[in-house]
């Protein structure tokens, strides 16, 4: 049949090269070169420790984005609840056998390579979200009952992430599962019930925090109340913004990074650094790259003909904007200290494959723009 | 979507709405930076200088005290120290083994440094070994590159190159005691020492210096980077004394065993020439911290080294205070010039008796006779005629009873007794016999032998001189306003105390032709004998030693134009003829060859060598 052949309708490699969005690659390539210019001065003129390792993990995870890319997106829809199903079991795996480190479980370490499934799973929920939503039809979107199967998407890896715990990965997931609910279309009147079930939920979930995530809050809230403990590192990195002032110290001229008065300035704090020795100008720079990047993101969003692509499109570029704003309300005092890195600029493995990653599902909604995405079913062809 | 328009337009709608929400809160970031970077830059651009820069102290070198001719008594020796920063080194064990090859390191300070380099985390440098040889140095020096984090910081060390011989002039330096914290940062310096006695004290002010700064880039951890600015402070000034270390030194060595103390003054000055205290301690110990043992050693001394018996002894002045009471005399109109008294060997009073030193009594005496042969009767019938008071105000002018002004901490004010006094002090009259016995210096009567060089000094001037220790210029002391030939007679006295054959210091005279002395003898009971004693007339070896008087002698020279004058306490030494004239002698001999009252400017001469 007509239908079935358009459904069946395969792109060349060529024509998927063509669409291939080269414009996102150098605005990705032009970010991480920035980090890796920065891991260079953190390391005080040197390529070793960061400043390599990162540059190649950009250009391994680059691999990783233009392969993704090139998968039809009806092959990841087909995938999304599997995948989805795999990281929740991976975070339980984490949860039963995860190694301890940095204080909590959070890395499953397969021999080969370590894995962080927190970050997997940003990518999933994503995925699995935009299946379910792409395979709902409109009359079902007022009622109750279909917004329960993606809530508890949502909520069993969240429960696991803050049972790690991550607070900081949890709350972006949650935020990133209701942006996504947002765009799909559910009725405003679930959030403002949502909005009220959380916050009366907030005295409780007080008493669930570990002391040191207590503290943070708490110290976000005065920072001055501790000045030589948790606020020290807030203290310091707003010393280091200011005093970095409107056209910076100079490349490699950062007092504050480079006498280590500021903490972890080659992974949570680097936008510090950058602003400390480039300024406001440096650092509206850099914000204006993530925007551009994020501007590119809702235009394919927008040339996408179907709902999986488009819910994907906005839910990727929502993830790349969360790590983006919460790292930079974060080092400049606004949002208390919770361990997001920069993306791809932050020195660190996972983060930038998981970006990258994201990255390539969102080449792939461009690439496969037009191809119609079917709305049950396990293949491409069954529907 | 084609099939779903209704759809596509929530979803248009509801992307713009989060699309704008985010562009809110970029905006909002981009406020955050612009309030911190650049509406509250200057702030944090302090606070960040703050951070990354310390203002270290630098501790001046103190001043040296000098004697009036330049030779240092106090001065400051280079102190080699050898520092280890345990972070810049890979193996602090191994380290500290390979300096062990070339410099001393007890298992003790091995461990200490373990220590401290745990308690420092490493980026202090921590101290290994202190006051290094010039060879040791070298060598360490030498092995730099194989030695990593090792360094040898060059410090200063107080020492007095004279030591014993006038620690109770320079006094010591010591690390600041808590109640001597001032507002001055200097104070809290580790390496800051405060002076604590003796010029040292005195001048500490002066010697101190500015404290300079040095303006250090520190890390996160303390670690010095580098130094940014330096500024090495004003160094402390030196302070020169009248005192000629010379005589000083001659003076000291020729008290030999004795115990006791020797002033001398410049007569045209006032410049204490000599201020002589035996024991003594050596002050260079002290700076170095002194062992407990060493301490109580000290402090048990019987013949109490750690006191300056020249300005805080106080003795019964004795006979030297005769010259005292005979001007008292003829300033008052009480006795003229010519009044005779008739010495019978005692003199009654009531009940009481009072003796004269010479059993059969001395004859009808003039005044210069009774100064000469040291009568006691007729300065008993001159007391019992002035009264206490009158002594007493005579006493005050000659310095007596009251600090002398010395530039030194620590001097005792001795006491002249009135009537007053013993009204306030005792509840009591004074009575006939308090008065007599003032009469020769004894009784409640207690001078320092400061103040009897001051009194010698001021006798042979006629002037109020007062005594300093810090070479000083200024105008000539006023005259003091005795009559001239009432002071005439006076010196004729002393000057027929040594240099005429029935003087009681004959025998201790100088007999070079232009060098000739004129003195006082004084003995002072430290216990009164008793009628038998007395009657068995003990020999001096038969007394235990702290029961034995002091020998005092009080002199000035050359006769004819007074420009030394000295005073010399001998305690538990006997008569003040036999145990203090002798060695006045030799001292105001020693001054006059030095020629210790020399202009220090003048051009050098051959004398100086000596020293």
């Given amino acids: ?383 | 979507m084609r099939r779903d328009p209704q759809r596509s337009r929530l979803f248009t709608r509801r992307v713009a709405v989060l699309a704008g929400g985010k562009a809110l809160l970029m905006a909002g970031i981009g406020m955050r930076l612009y309030d911190v970077q650049v509406r509250d830059s200057d702030r944090y651009a302090l606070l960040a200088e703050d951070n990354r820069i310390n203002l270290r102290l630098i501790v001046p070198p103190r001043g040296r005290i000098l004697d009036r001719f330049g030779v240092p008594l106090a001065a400051n020796r280079p102190d080699y120290r050898l520092l280890v920063t345990p972070d810049q080194t890979d193996d602090l064990s191994a380290t500290l083994e390979a300096l062990r090859a070339m410099v001393a390191i007890s298992e003790d300070d091995e461990r200490r440094v373990l220590r401290e380099a745990e308690r420092t985390h490493g980026v202090v440098p921590v101290t290994v070994c202190e006051d290094l040889a010039w060879d040791e140095v070298a060598e360490v020096e030498v092995n730099t590159p194989d030695l990593p984090g090792v360094l040898v910081e060059a410090g200063r060390r107080r020492e007095y190159p004279f030591g014993v011989t006038v620690a109770h002039v320079t006094g010591y330096v010591a690390p600041v005691a808590e109640s001597e914290l001032t507002d001055d940062p200097l104070v809290r310096h580790p390496d800051f020492r405060i002076g604590k006695s003796g010029i040292e004290k005195q001048y500490d002010q002066a010697l101190r210096g500015a404290a300079g700064a040095s303006q250090v880039e520190v890390n996160a951890f303390g670690r010095v980077i580098r130094e940014l600015d330096r500024d090495e402070g004003r160094a402390g000034d030196d302070v020169a004394l009248a005192l000629d270390i010379g005589l000083q030194a001659y003076a000291v060595n020729r008290f030999g065993a004795e115990t006791g103390s020797a002033a001398v003054i410049d007569i045209a000055t006032g410049g204490v020439l000599a201020l002589a205290t035996v024991p003594s301690y050596d002050p260079t110990q002290f700076t170095r911290g002194l062992s407990q043992s060493a301490w109580q050693d000290l402090v048990a001394d019987k013949r109490g080294p750690l006191g300056n018996k020249a300005i805080a002894g106080q003795y019964p002045p004795g006979s030297t205070f005769k010259m005292v009471v005979a001007l008292a005399a003829l300033d008052s109109g009480v006795a003229g010039p010519g009044h005779g008294v008739f010495c019978p060997g005692q003199l009654r009073l009531g009940n009481a008796t009072f003796r004269c030193w010479k059993k059969g009594g001395h004859g009808t005496l003039d005044m210069t006779q009774a100064i000469q042969q040291s009568c006691d009767v007729y300065f008993y019938d001159l007391a019992r005629k002035l009264g206490i008071d009158r002594i007493a105000a005579m006493a005050r002018r000659f310095g007596l009873g009251g600090p002398t002004g010395l530039d030194l901490p620590g001097e005792k004010p001795g006491l002249v007794p009135t009537a007053a006094w013993k009204e306030a002090v005792y509840g009591e009259p004074f009575h006939p016999g308090d008065t007599v016995v003032a009469g020769i210096g004894q009784g409640y009567m207690l001078a320092t032998p400061l103040q009897l060089c001051l009194m010698a000094a001021r006798i042979a001037s006629g002037r109020m001189l007062v005594p300093h220790l810090a070479r000083a210029g200024g105008e000539p002391a006023p005259d003091m306003g005795l009559v001239p030939e009432h002071v005439a007679l006076v010196r004729e006295g002393m000057n027929q105390v040594t240099n005429s054959q029935r003087g009681t210091a004959y025998r201790a005279r100088i007999s070079e032709p232009g060098l000739e002395m004129a003195g006082k003898t004084g003995t002072a009971q430290v216990r009164r004998l008793t009628q038998p004693e007395r009657d068995r007339n003990l020999k001096l070896e038969d007394i235990p030693w702290e029961h034995r008087d002091h020998g005092l002698f009080v002199a000035y020279a050359p006769v004819a134009a007074p420009r030394y004058a000295c005073a010399v306490v001998v305690e538990h030494g006997g008569s003040g003829s036999k145990a203090a004239a002798p060695i006045a002698r030799d001292i105001l001999y020693e001054a006059q060859r030095r020629n210790s009252a020399r202009d220090p400017n003048a051009p050098a001469t051959a004398l100086l060598h000596s020293v």
Avoid: C
């Fill in chain 1, 1 to 383: 049949m007509a239908l079935r052949s358009f459904q069946n309708q395969k792109l060349g490699l060529g024509q998927k090269l063509g669409r291939m969005t080269w414009g996102l690659v150098l605005l990705l390539t032009l970010v991480a070169a920035v980090g890796s210019a920065m891991l260079y001065s953190a390391a005080g003129g040197s390529i070793r420790p960061w400043a390599m390792p990162q540059a190649v993990r950009f250009l391994v995870g680059l691999g990783v984005m233009l392969t993704v890319a090139l998968v039809d997106v009806r092959v990841w829809r087909r995938w999304a609840y599997p995948l989805h199903g795999l990281s929740v079991v991976l975070l339980i795996a984490v949860d039963v056998m995860g190694e301890i480190g940095m204080g909590a479980q959070r890395w499953l370490d397969l021999w080969v390579i370590q894995i962080q499934p927190s970050e997997l799973v940003k990518i999933t929920l994503v995925l699995a979200l935009a299946r379910y939503f792409h395979g709902i039809v409109a009359e079902d979107m007022p009622r109750f009952w279909p917004i329960v199967p993606p809530m508890l998407l949502i909520l069993a890896p969240v429960a696991l992430v803050m049972k790690q715990p991550d607070l900081g990965t949890g709350t972006m997931l949650a935020v990133t599962g209701a942006v996504v609910f947002f765009v799909a279309g559910v009725r405003l009147r679930w959030f403002a019930a949502a909005a009220v079930l959380v916050l009366s939920a907030l005295p409780i979930a007080w008493g669930f925090l570990h002391d040191y995530q207590q503290q943070r809050i708490l110290t976000y809230l005065d920072p001055q109340r501790d000045p030589l403990g948790a606020g020290y590192h807030i203290l310091q990195s707003k010393i280091a913004l200011g005093s970095g002032g409107v056209f910076g110290k100079g490349y490699m001229g950062g007092t504050q990074a480079h006498l280590r008065f500021l903490p972890e300035r080659h992974t949570d704090f680097i936008f510090t650094m950058l602003a400390e020795e480039f300024g406001i100008v440096g650092a509206v720079a850099l914000l204006t790259l993530y925007a551009l990047i994020i501007v590119y993101g809702y235009a394919i969003a927008f040339r996408s003909a179907s709902p999986f692509g488009r819910i994907l499109a906005v839910g990727m570029i929502s993830v790349f904007f969360l790590y983006a704003s919460i790292n930079v309300a974060m080092v400049t005092g606004v949002v208390p200290v919770v361990g997001v890195p920069l993306p791809l600029v932050s020195y660190g493995g996972t983060s930038m494959l998981t970006l990258l990653f994201g990255f390539g599902l969102l080449a792939s909604v461009n690439i496969h723009r037009d191809v119609p995405v079917p709305r049950r079913g396990f293949g491409p062809a069954e529907a």
